[in-house]
T-cell receptor, first 112, second 111 residues
Framework: GENVEQHPSTLSVQEGDSAVIKCTYSDSASNYFPWYKQELGKRPQLIIDIRSNVGEKKDQRIAVTLNKTAKHFSLHITETQPEDSAVYFCAASPYGNNRLAFGKGNQVVVIP | DADVTQTPRNRITKTGKRIMLECSQTKGHDRMYWYRQDPGLGLRLIYYSFDVKDINKGEISDGYSVSRQAQAKFSLSLESAIPNQTALYFC??????????FGPGTRLTVT
């Protein structure tokens, strides 16, 4: 089955700086890659996703890039704010299969 | 997201007890999932259902069972709870596409 790994496990950044979280996946059949944000005590919420026919997608201060050859994708957060502090999960889903394989999560801490 | 609800939100139970966690959704989605979250381990799939007559095991189904009573309801049961089943449990839904939407979670403690 699909195996998703996230690095680093914890990331601290100064407010206003950029944060980058990288995930690798194992199944070349995966074609859907979402990112979820989970604030303390809350449910995971989908913040951005990308499909394998696209290399990059942006939504305001967040972006996701995909490298299918290397089987990795990254979440980029620019101009970080304290409210960006959360755990971020990446996931991957093989084509035709709505199951998601999640990474273990990254704790992002934005220091004011 | 009030479209996906879970009951109870918190539960403390004793070892050996049977417990049921319930999930309901008003999103009209056909696919429902149960996940378990433990610190440092991410979200692990317990069971999933693509329609009322379809039930599938996930990666950690041992010790759990499920029932899909209707398109909108998906219940998770622990037949005989044990302490290492203490965790945060999430229900999620999806429909036709892979985007999944999570309920608020149930915090279960087994003593």
């Amino acid at each position: 089955g699909e195996n998703v790994e996230q690095h680093p496990s914890t990331l601290s950044v100064q407010e206003g700086d950029s944060a980058v979280i990288k995930c690798t996946y194992s199944d070349s059949a995966s074609n859907y890659f979402p990112w979820y944000k989970q604030e303390l005590g809350k449910r995971p919420q989908l913040i951005i996703d990308i499909r394998s026919n696209v290399g990059e997608k942006k939504d305001q201060r967040i972006a996701v890039t995909l490298n299918k050859t290397a089987k990795h994708f990254s979440l980029h957060i620019t101009e970080t704010q304290p409210e960006d502090s959360a755990v971020y999960f990446c996931a991957a889903s093989p084509y035709g299969n709505n199951r998601l394989a999640f990474g273990k999560g990254n704790q992002v801490v934005v220091i004011p | 997201d009030a479209d996906v609800t879970q009951t109870p939100r918190n539960r403390i139970t004793k070892t050996g007890k049977r417990i049921m966690l319930e999930c309901s959704q008003t999103k009209g989605h056909d696919r429902m999932y149960w996940y378990r979250q433990d610190p440092g381990l991410g979200l692990r799939l317990i069971y999933y259902s693509f329609d009322v007559k379809d039930i599938n095991k996930g990666e950690i189904s041992d010790g759990y069972s499920v029932s899909r009573q209707a398109q909108a309801k998906f219940s998770l049961s622990l037949e005989s709870a044990i302490p290492n089943q203490t965790a945060l449990y999430f229900c999620a839904t999806s429909h036709l596409t892979p985007e999944q939407y999570f309920g608020p979670g149930t915090r279960l403690t087994v003593t």
